[in-house]
């Protein structure tokens, strides 16, 4: 399936290169470019692109603020945020935005490539060196308190526990749906309702409410497996 990209830079010259190699990309079709983040607003809406690519600085309106209101729209589209900043705030406020996938511009063109076909798939990539601070901050948090002692994580359902950690392993909605042969459609409702009961505002919160409530014990490594930490980065559906 050919994945159809919309990018947002400021600057023409990266935006134009971005496009010149994503275009020789064979699943990979740029619809467009844009510097303006409210024009990239529409765009989404009249073209219906499957993954945003964008940095932070753009006309109009940030690239923070874009992707927050792209979370809003009907259809959202799964955002890569390419970008030269990697603070602990900026990472934050990016992910909790609701991004998919966080590079820095030093990134090479296959690890963007990559990021962005991860993020077609619902999937999550971090720049190494960010995923390394979160890995490092997730060891140095309190060890888990057990479910049994959390009112909230008692009232899911073995089903919603069961995709729960499955998510937080690293798996994606297909994966999920597949190997719990049910739809992905069904797989949305069960995450879905799992935030709510735990108050979980975005993707990576409730990544890190399963590690704290013990849904899933750290075992020197609170994301997910050795395949979790790649040397292409972080993933986590």
């Given at each position: 399936?050919?994945?159809?990209?919309?990018?947002?830079?400021?600057l023409?010259v990266?935006?134009?290169?971005l496009?010149?190699l994503l275009?020789?990309v064979?699943?990979?079709d740029?619809?467009g470019?844009t510097?303006?983040?409210?024009?990239?607003?529409?765009?989404?809406?009249?073209?219906?692109?499957?993954?945003?690519v964008?940095?932070?600085n753009?006309?109009t309106i940030?690239?923070?603020?874009l992707?927050?209101?792209?979370?809003?729209?009907?259809?959202?589209p799964?955002?890569?945020v390419?970008?030269?900043?990697d603070?602990?705030?900026?990472?934050?406020?990016?992910?909790h935005a609701?991004?998919s996938?966080?590079?820095g511009?030093?990134?090479?063109p296959?690890?963007?490539?990559?990021?962005?076909?991860?993020?077609?798939?619902?999937?999550?990539?971090?720049?190494?060196?960010?995923?390394?601070?979160?890995?490092?901050?997730?060891?140095?948090?309190?060890?888990p308190?057990e479910?049994?002692t959390?009112p909230?994580?008692?009232e899911?359902?073995?089903?919603?526990?069961?995709v729960?950690r499955?998510?937080?392993?690293?798996?994606?909605?297909?994966e999920?749906?597949?190997?719990?042969?049910?739809?992905?459609a069904?797989?949305?409702?069960?995450?879905?309702r799992?935030r709510?009961?735990?108050?979980?505002?975005?993707?990576a919160?409730?990544?890190?409410?399963?590690?704290?409530?013990?849904?899933?014990?750290?075992?020197?490594?609170?994301?997910?497996?050795?395949?979790?930490l790649?040397?292409?980065?972080?993933r986590?559906?």
């Open positions: 399936m050919t994945i159809r990209v919309l990018i947002c830079d400021q023409p990266i935006a134009d290169g496009k010149t275009d020789a064979p699943d990979i740029v619809i470019t510097d303006n983040g409210m024009e990239a607003i529409v765009s989404v809406r009249t073209t219906r692109p499957d993954v945003v964008t940095d932070l753009l006309q940030s690239g923070l603020e992707i927050r209101r792209l979370g809003k729209e009907d259809e959202p799964n955002v890569v390419f970008t030269a900043s603070a602990d705030k900026t990472v934050s406020d990016i992910l609701g991004a996938c966080l590079l511009k030093e990134a090479s296959q690890e963007l490539i990559t990021a962005i076909q991860a993020a077609a798939a619902g999937q999550t990539i971090l720049a190494p060196s960010i995923a390394q601070r979160l890995v490092t901050w997730f060891r140095a948090q309190p060890e308190q479910a049994t959390l909230k994580v008692t899911l359902t073995p089903r919603e526990r069961e729960t499955m998510m937080a392993r690293g798996m994606s909605t297909e999920v749906a597949r190997e719990l042969i049910i739809g992905e069904t797989v949305r409702t069960h995450l879905y799992v709510n009961k735990l108050g979980a505002r975005d993707r919160e409730l990544v890190s409410l399963v590690y704290r409530t013990g849904l899933i014990h750290t075992t020197g490594q609170p994301l997910g497996d050795q395949s979790d790649s040397p292409s980065g972080l986590a559906s």
